[in-house]
């Protein structure tokens, strides 16, 4: 489906952005990984994805908090592997206390890293998808682009940014054979929602079991994680020629979530 295409993933050297990065390679598409890790440990994941998939896959080590860092990556998959068709706004992190508390140098990192970074991509990387008249764009953003949930002020205010965002970008492109969509999970079980457990039990005085219970899932009314599988099929469906009137969209996948 994608063979020749390249695929940008901020933030796939781990969870979501590695399992959509690896969907879009097992599809054909050439991709760029992005993130943070153990060297080897990334390097075994690019490498990985070449042997596997018979694709080229490039490793860039920018930091998704740098706007300069961003553009020269876009344009750096450019020159390495032709500009970039899809690009997947994928990086983020969370961090969860009380307003009053709330780190200054957190709030801007996850403002950076969340919302600004999509921003910078997007930036770089439309001209090229407008000078090939056909582009993707997918912002992950969350179940808290459309609700709040309390301790998390900068997560909640960054995605909700994300939506504004992708609908802006969205009308803007849209004569131009590309489309602009936010996927919008609920909790999947990935690295980024283990690493909040401690601080949500200190925050609300729960128990491990009881914030996985009574925190996660209460607001799930499925009482289940969501998968990365899931979510990297609702991307590659968004990037297929099916999708190509599905833009400015806000798109659920939280199990019911959001329907409450
Ligand atoms: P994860 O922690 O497994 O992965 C996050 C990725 O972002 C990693 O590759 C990490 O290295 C990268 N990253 C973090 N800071 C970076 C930086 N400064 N520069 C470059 N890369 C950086 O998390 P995940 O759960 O896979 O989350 C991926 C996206 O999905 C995030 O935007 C997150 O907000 C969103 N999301 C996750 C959930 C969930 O329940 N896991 C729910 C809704 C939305």
């Known amino acids: 489906m994608h063979q020749g295409k390249v695929a940008l993933v901020t933030g796939s ?6 399992a959509i990065a690896r969907t879009f390679a097992q599809n054909g598409a050439n991709v760029v990984i992005n993130g943070f890790g153990d060297k080897d440990a990334i390097e075994q994941e690019r490498s990985g994805i070449e042997k596997d998939f018979g694709v080229k896959a490039i490793y860039s080590g920018a930091d998704m908090s740098k706007g300069d860092q961003i553009a020269a990556m876009v344009a750096d998959a450019g020159k390495a592997l032709g500009s970039v068709d899809i690009l997947v706004n994928n990086a983020g992190i969370q961090f969860v206390s009380p307003v009053e508390d709330f780190p200054v140098e957190k709030w801007d990192q996850i403002i950076a890293i969340n919302l600004s970074a999509a921003f910078h991509a997007s930036r770089a990387a439309v001209p090229g998808m407008k000078a090939k008249k056909w582009g993707r764009i997918i912002n992950t953003a969350s179940a808290h682009a459309l609700v709040a949930s309390p301790f998390k002020s900068a997560y909640v205010s960054a995605k909700h940014g994300v939506a504004g965002l992708t609908k802006t970008v969205a009308l803007e492109t849209a004569a131009h054979g590309i489309t602009v969509n936010a996927i919008c999970p609920g909790y999947v079980w990935t690295p980024l929602v283990e690493k909040q457990i401690p601080d ?4 609300r005085n729960l128990t491990r079991e ?14 289940e994680f969501v998968t990365v599988e899931e979510i990297s099929g609702l991307a590659l469906y968004l990037t297929s020629d099916l999708a190509r009137s599905i833009t400015g969209a806000i798109l659920s996948i939280d199990g019911g979530w959001t329907a409450a």
């Open 200 to 203: 949500t039990m200190a925050a």
């Open 13 to 18: 050297t781990s969870g979501i952005g590695l």
């Open 210 to 223: 009881q914030v996985i219970k009574d925190v996660l899932l209460a607001a799930q009314p499925t009482k």
